[in-house]
T-cell receptor, first 107, second 112 residues
Framework: RKEVEQDPGPFNVPEGATVAFNCTYS??????FFWYRQDCRKEPKLLMS???SGNEDGRFTAQLNRASQYISLLIRDSKLSDSATYLC????????FGAGTRLTVKP | NAGVTQTPKFQVLKTGQSMTLQCAQD?????MYWYRQDPGMGLRLIYY???????DKGEVPNGYNVSRLNKRDFSIRLESAAPSQTSVYFC???????????FGDGTRLSIL
């Protein structure tokens, strides 16, 4: 079993839609959680950290469920510019990356 | 604001050739990392350095050597390149272990 697992997608949604991604992790002692965004053939860029109480940044909401060992990302009012691959990252002794979930937002 | 700078951006090697990829960060970060990214897989950690002069193996260290001679620079060397090392290589840095990492824009390496 992979340490960090994501549905690879692709998720194809219309502009304005709400879309949610989940990510599960296997190490219950993990201490840090992030969502990164990666555009085609570019470097990963931090989208947001994920805190125990959940957190929101504009149209983006991240949640952590330690009991079930997953984190989620909710994107509201999708924009064309949200099209990218979203990487789940979980940290214990080092950072482990999910393979990513690909999102395409269509007009 | 350069952040993390990687050189070269592209390289093609023949099997058996050697090559050093360079990475420099100007954010005064203690920790630096080298990852590889292959299609359909997440980034996998090759080596990391928690501080100047120290290095540790990551998930996939075989076939690579690294060097952290100062706080700014972290290089990775392929002594005898193999086709299985064809990948996109990313360098990253952060201030402390559980902080978000900042990435360079990658080196696309092809080994024929």
């Amino acid at each position: 079993r992979k340490e960090v697992e994501q549905d690879p997608g692709p998720f194809n949604v219309p502009e304005g839609a709400t879309v949610a991604f989940n990510c599960t992790y296997s190490n219950s002692a993990s201490q840090s959680f992030f969502w990164y965004r990666q555009d085609c053939r570019k470097e990963p860029k931090l989208l947001m950290s994920v805190y125990s109480s959940g957190n929101e940044d504009g149209r983006f909401t991240a949640q952590l469920n330690r009991a079930s060992q997953y984190i989620s990302l909710l994107i509201r009012d999708s924009k064309l510019s949200d099209s990218a691959t979203y990487l789940c990252v979980v940290g214990h002794n080092d950072m482990r990356f999910g393979a990513g979930t690909r999102l395409t937002v269509k007009p | 604001n350069a952040g993390v700078t990687q050189t070269p951006k592209f390289q093609v090697l023949k099997t058996g050739q050697s090559m050093t990829l360079q990475c420099a960060q100007d954010m005064n970060h203690n920790s630096m990392y080298w990852y590889r990214q292959d299609p359909g897989m997440g980034l996998r950690l090759i080596y990391y350095s928690a501080s100047e002069g120290t290095t540790d193996k990551g998930e996939v260290p075989n076939g690579y050597n690294v060097s952290r001679l100062n706080k700014r620079d972290f290089s990775i060397r392929l002594e005898s390149a193999a086709p299985s090392q064809t990948s996109v290589y990313f360098c990253a840095s952060n201030g402390r272990r559980h902080q978000p990492q900042h990435f360079g824009d990658g080196t696309r390496l092809s080994i024929l």
